[in-house]
Nanobody
């Protein structure tokens, strides 16, 4: 059974940092397109960052470029999202997502992702 389990959310002052983790079952993790999405109250789910496990190309939405970094630890089957210089507009529920490998790995449309975690809340206060 495919499982994605996020952790690491919390409340932080603007300018601070958080690191989110997503523990994935091995079948999902190897070779899959892995992504982070977020959803703020009243807004649509937005892609934040993505990458193929083991491949170099990464994708970031413009609003997080230079502040967020997506990475992975293959030995631990874990995906990370390092979030620095956080701003109040980053406040949202953050979700880990995965899909089978095809085409480019971009967190552009949540409908293309088959597997989802339960989410972890990130709150940034000013």
């Amino acid at each position: 059974q495919v499982q994605l389990v996020e952790s690491g959310g919390g409340s932080v002052q603007a300018g601070g940092s958080l690191r989110l983790s997503c523990a994935a079952s091995g079948y999902v993790f190897r070779g899959y397109c892995m992504a982070w999405f977020r959803q703020a109250p009243g807004k649509e789910r937005e892609g934040v960052a993505s990458r193929y496990n083991g491949a170099g190309t990464t994708y970031y939405v413009d609003s997080v470029k230079g502040r967020f970094t997506i990475s992975q630890n293959n030995a631990k089957n874990t995906l990370y999202l390092q979030m620095d210089s956080l701003m109040p507009e980053d406040t949202a529920m953050y979700y880990c997502a995965a899909r089978a490998p095809y085409g480019s790995c971009m967190a552009d449309d949540p409908r293309y992702f088959n597997y989802w975690g339960q989410g972890t809340q990130v709150t940034v206060f000013s």
